[in-house]
């Protein structure tokens, strides 16, 4: 057999083989998140196969989630996917962490801003009144999952510590500051990245993303933080139901 094929199981189909390979490959991080694939040209010199074979290989990955094809740019290795329960009262980056996801964040900026107005009519700000946004890049393992705005209402805003939010969860910091998030409402839908979001994400402009709108209040029902966070990727909403209620998730499309 021919030494480069060494490492392939001779009783499987050889494009089996070959993805069971990249997928090790891709889980051991030789393959990193958001990495291109080698040329398909250059896996047919490695495992000595026909080029038929390893795009059979390659499709089998990316039905498989561990690969997508970006038309005109090439195949690369696909961000994880996560699921996010749409019940509780967990963060957005505590549903990440509890997934034992390691969440970094880049605060990318905090500015006292006049809201937009629909956001000001759900803080409840007064006419001229202005609210802190805080724009923070989440990611893992270098590749971005959600591109997130908060805007805090302005009793809650002038109290944050934004430099804090680089390693805690915004719901754990209010906690500490003694306004704990006690209930929540939220929609998403389904949106294509703009040019300057798709930009600060590393993605093309148009590519898919969920959009969470949550508007998170504290005791009485006093609204705290109206969150917009864009979490990309093609991702699907799935429904779990039963007699004592449904409980709602998103995560890659299976």
Do not use: W
Not at 9 to 31: C, M
Not at 87 to 96: D, F, K, N, V
Not at 183 to 191: D, G
């Amino acid at each position: 057999m021919n030494g480069r094929r060494s490492g392939l199981e001779s009783r499987v189909p050889k494009y089996l083989a070959i993805y069971r390979v990249l997928a090790d490959r891709i889980a051991g991080g030789h393959y990193p998140a958001d990495a291109p694939l080698p040329a398909q040209r250059e896996l047919v010199e490695e495992f000595d196969v026909s080029l038929m074979t390893v795009r059979q290989a390659i499709q089998a990955l990316e039905a498989d989630g561990l690969l997508e094809t970006r038309h005109g740019v090439g195949t690369f290795v696909r961000a994880p996917g996560f699921s996010y329960g749409l019940t509780g009262l967990r963060s957005l980056a505590q549903e990440l962490v509890e997934q034992g996801i390691e969440l970094e964040t880049e605060v990318l900026g905090a500015d006292l801003v006049d809201p937009p107005a629909d956001v000001g009519a759900r803080l409840r700000v007064p006419p001229g009144g202005r609210v802190l946004a805080v724009e923070r890049l989440r990611g893992a393992g270098g590749s971005p999952l959600l591109l997130q705005t908060s805007y805090l209402a302005p009793g809650v805003g002038g109290r944050v510590d934004v430099e804090r939010l680089r390693e805690r969860s915004l719901y754990l910091v209010l906690e500490e500051l003694g306004t704990p998030v006690r209930e929540a409402s939220e929609t998403i839908r389904a949106v294509a990245l703009t040019p300057s979001q798709a930009e600060v994400l590393g993605l093309p402009a148009g590519s898919p993303a969920l959009l969470s709108c949550r508007l998170s209040r504290g005791d009485g029902g006093v609204p705290l933080v109206d969150d917009r966070a864009l979490l990309v990727g093609d991702t699907a909403i799935t429904a779990e139901r039963a007699a004592s209620g449904t409980e709602l998730s998103y995560g890659p499309p299976s």
